[in-house]
């Protein structure tokens, strides 16, 4: 069992930044592939970005790639999301995820999640 925390969301002007971090309890969180997601109102839920467990392997959507960061410190069992230049769309409830080897972009191959942290950018 993981549970997973995430922290850092908050209001931020366009342009600025902001980092996101995600907790995780349980021992073999460095064995797990953490991802981030984001959901605006009324929109499903889409992919941001994630770190497979093993090597530098990270993944981004096109929509974010260039501006966010994703990282992790397995020693502290954290998840990072640095997140720069932010834009009014990237507002939104930004969640984090684990899971043992999911397809990266598919929420629901994900194991476990957190309980979301809101982002709002304004322009």
């Known amino acids: 069992q993981v549970q997973l925390v995430e922290s850092g969301g908050g209001l931020v002007q366009a342009g600025g930044s902001l980092r996101l971090s995600c907790a995780a309890s349980?021992?073999?969180?460095?064995?797990?592939?953490m991802g981030w997601f984001r959901q605006a109102p009324g929109k499903e839920r889409e992919f941001v970005a994630a770190s497979r467990w093993s090597g530098p392997s990270t993944y981004y959507a096109d929509s974010v790639k260039g501006r966010f960061t994703i990282s992790r410190d397995n020693a502290k069992n954290t998840a990072y999301l640095q997140m720069n230049s932010l834009k009014p769309e990237d507002t939104a409830v930004y969640y984090c995820?684990?899971?043992?080897?999911?397809?990266?972009?598919?929420?629901?191959?994900?194991?476990?999640w957190g309980q979301g942290t809101q982002v709002t950018v304004s322009s």
């Open positions: 349980g021992r073999t969180f460095s064995s797990y592939t």
């Open positions: 995820a684990a899971g043992s080897y999911p397809r990266v972009g598919v929420p629901a191959e994900y194991d476990y």
